[in-house]
């Protein structure tokens, strides 16, 4: 009886040994489970968002209609941003006092504290000044660079680049993406101007004009002030060489005419942003193998 006695607590406790390893077991199955898949998801959205920017690039690009020269250029300069930033982030983390200065708020927070040491607190402006200098160097060369890309690329472009709006599917436009629409619309105003009898212009004169100024109304922004005066003034005189011309004269110059008055009437683009966007889209990591794979294919 002894010997069962003995016998029968350490056959239930080896079972209960194998419960318990077999609950560990689970547990960490179901952890291991839970941090995979979390790693998965979130490798899957870093991939996405990987994919949207490509994306992001590749409307722009395919908007611009880079040269070869430009699309070297900014390649050149794409590759060069990724080293200027590289050596920014690698100066910071070289500074152990900017961590540990961190790490010291981060104590006091934890500690249910609202109030920061001026120690600390003197440490922490210090090393931000110094996180400044660097980002400010940084700064400074990547807009030379964005000087460099917006200088080379032509007037169209800027205005394709300053007009884009990241979009996964562009909106379907007449013309490049973002780009004002051609002059083709003024030449057939024009053409039939010029064509039209002495009597007939001299009456429809004025009201071809006022009807083309609100016609740019509906295309200006809002808060856009129009010298309506001005414009009208500008556009009767058009008209009225275009009248003076012989047909040959007119065939010859009347897309140059048209491009001057689609200028004169519709307001430049602001380009306050394009620096912005040329760091954003163009100095951007994601469009150097974009780009090689263009280069390379011609």
């Given at each position: 009886m002894k010997r069962e006695c003995l016998f029968i607590p350490l056959e239930v406790n080896l079972k209960n040994q194998n419960r318990i390893s077999l609950m560990g077991f689970m547990i960490t199955l179901i952890l291991s489970l839970i941090l995979c898949s979390n790693a998965f998801a979130q490798d899957a959205d870093n991939k996405l968002e990987k994919i949207k920017t490509q994306i992001h690039i590749l409307n722009l690009l395919n908007g611009l209609e880079l040269n070869n020269q430009q699309m070297q250029l900014i390649l050149g300069a794409a590759k060069e941003a990724q080293e200027i930033r590289l050596k920014a982030k690698e100066a910071i983390s070289q500074k152990e006092e900017i961590t540990q200065a961190y790490q010291d708020v981060l104590r006091v927070a934890k500690s249910g504290s609202l109030v920061i040491p001026q120690d600390i607190a003197f440490r922490v402006h210090k090393v931000n000044q110094e996180m400044d200098k660097i980002k400010k160097v940084e700064h400074e060369k990547l807009a030379a660079l964005t000087l460099k890309i917006k200088?080379?690329?032509?007037?169209?472009?800027?205005?394709?680049?300053?007009?884009?709006?990241?979009?996964?599917?562009p909106p379907v436009k007449k013309g490049k993406i973002g780009q004002i629409g051609d002059a083709s619309s003024f030449v057939r105003v024009l053409e039939h101007i010029h064509a039209m009898p002495k009597e007939q212009y001299h009456l429809r004169r004025d009201r071809i004009?006022?009807?083309?100024?609100?016609?740019?109304?509906?295309?200006?922004?809002?808060?856009y002030i129009l010298e309506e005066e001005k414009l009208k003034s500008q556009l009767l005189k058009a008209m009225d060489d275009v009248r003076g011309m012989s047909d040959m004269d007119f065939t010859i110059k009347k897309e140059k005419i048209a491009e001057d008055i689609k200028t004169q009437l519709l307001p430049k683009k602001t380009l306050v942003n394009i620096g912005v966007k040329i760091e954003r889209f163009l100095l951007q990591p994601e469009i150097i193998p974009l780009l090689e794979e263009r280069i390379k294919s011609g």
């Open positions: 200088n080379n690329l032509k007037p169209h472009q800027i205005y394709v680049l300053d007009d884009y709006k990241p979009c996964i599917i004009a006022q009807e083309a100024i609100d016609k740019v109304k509906t295309k200006v922004p809002p808060g």
